[in-house]
């Protein structure tokens, strides 16, 4: 049972375009999502965050929206640049005291931004 | 230095064996996880930790234990290693407390068991 998806194993992209990456999830008790990026042979490291009491949070060229209703959730990179060519992934949290303690991922899309 | 270590960064063994993984972390974070990684499939939670006397299953923990030293290091084992556990595994760390709780992981350790 996958709780949280990344329907896109893969997306391209020009350098100084838009690049959206889309996650969906099907536990209405996640209450916090967050982006991880990954590079080959390192660990993910953490990107930007969005709490369930908010519909946008941006951060520099990224920024996540986030629409409860239809429990989907979107990544936006402008522009793109040749380094964020990368693996993202989506994950969520059911919170509690301690947002984003335990996560649940999705399964990844690998971006590549040409320049 | 790098704040979240692991231990071997590769490693190719046989059916059977038994073999351990190490996680080593400087940021002083209370809480610390193992997770697998396998292709199409994101990263999967194995077990975590919460302080050294807190060690808790996650969606995978059949086939592993773990051991928490101390606040710093926290191993994951296979008993009897089989070849569906050949896979990426990585560790993290996060501070735990009131509040959001990002994780930082580790490089990881490619696993093969042949």
């Known amino acids: 049972d996958q709780q949280v998806k990344q329907n896109s194993p893969s997306l391209s992209v020009q350098e100084g375009r838009i690049s959206i990456l889309n996650c969906d999830y099907t536990n209405s008790m996640f209450d916090y999502f967050l982006w991880y990026k990954k590079y080959p042979a390192e660990g993910p490291t953490f990107l930007i965050s969005i709490s369930s009491i908010k519909d946008k949070n941006e951060d520099g060229r990224f920024t996540v929206f986030l629409n409860k209703s239809a429990k989907h959730l979107s990544l936006h990179i402008v522009p793109s640049q040749p380094g964020d060519s990368a693996v993202y992934f989506c994950a969520a949290s059911a919170g509690g005291e301690t947002s984003g303690s335990r996560l649940t991922f999705g399964e990844g899309t690998q971006l590549t931004v040409n320049p | ?114």
Not at chain 2, 15 to 43: A, F, N, V
Not at chain 2, 65 to 81: I, N
Not at chain 2, 100 to 114: A, E, K, M, N
Request: proline content about 4%; hydrophobic content about 30%.
């Open chain 2, 1 to 114: 230095d790098a704040d979240v270590t692991q231990t071997p960064r590769n490693r190719i063994t046989k059916t059977g064996k038994r073999i351990m993984l190490e996680c080593s972390q400087t940021k002083g974070h209370d809480r610390m996880y193992w997770y697998r990684q396998d292709p199409g499939l994101g990263l999967q939670l194995i077990y975590y930790s919460f302080d050294v006397k807190d060690i808790n299953k996650g969606e995978i923990s059949d086939g592993y234990s773990v051991s928490r030293q101390a606040q710093a290091k926290f191993s994951l084992s296979l008993e009897s290693a089989i070849p569906n556990q050949t896979a990426l595994y990585f560790c993290a760390t996060s501070e735990g407390g009131v509040g959001t709780d990002t994780q930082y992981f580790g490089p990881g350790t490619r696993l093969t068991v042949l």
